[in-house]
């Protein structure tokens, strides 16, 4: 049984940081590309963050764009998101998300992913 556990949100003030974590089971973890979704109330999920398998490769969204770093630790079969310079805006449930890896490709399209965590609340008050 695959299993994506996201832990590291919370409160925090405009301005702050948090990191995120995505430890994985059930996989081999460096064989999977994995990213960082997220949700605000009332909107879509929306696209954040990508890695590819390796690490070698990544993306962002434009809005998170030289504030936030995806990376990963394959021997601890874990993933993060490290979030800097956050705004209110940037209020949502926070989601990774894991599929087979395709040598250098990284996915940035939620339907691409085949297994997701439960999320975790990132609040960011102003």
């Known amino acids: 049984q695959v299993l994506l556990e996201e832990s590291g949100g919370g409160l925090v003030q405009a301005g702050g940081s948090l990191r995120l974590s995505c430890t994985a089971s059930g996989l081999l973890f460096s064989m999977y590309a994995m990213g960082w979704f997220r949700q605000a109330p009332g909107k879509e999920r929306e696209f954040v963050a990508a890695?590819?398998?390796?690490?070698?490769?990544?993306t962002y969204a434009d809005s998170v764009k030289g504030r936030f770093t995806i990376s990963r630790d394959n021997a601890k079969n874990t993933g993060y998101l490290q979030m800097n310079s956050l705004k209110p805006e940037d209020t949502a449930v926070y989601y990774c998300?894991?599929?087979?890896?395709?040598?250098?490709?990284?996915?940035?399209?939620?339907?691409?992913?085949?297994?997701w965590g439960q999320g975790t609340q990132v609040t960011v008050s102003s």
């Open positions: 890695i590819n398998w390796s690490g070698g490769s990544t």
């Open positions: 998300a894991a599929r087979f890896g395709q040598i250098g490709r990284v996915f940035n399209t939620a339907i691409s992913y085949t297994y």
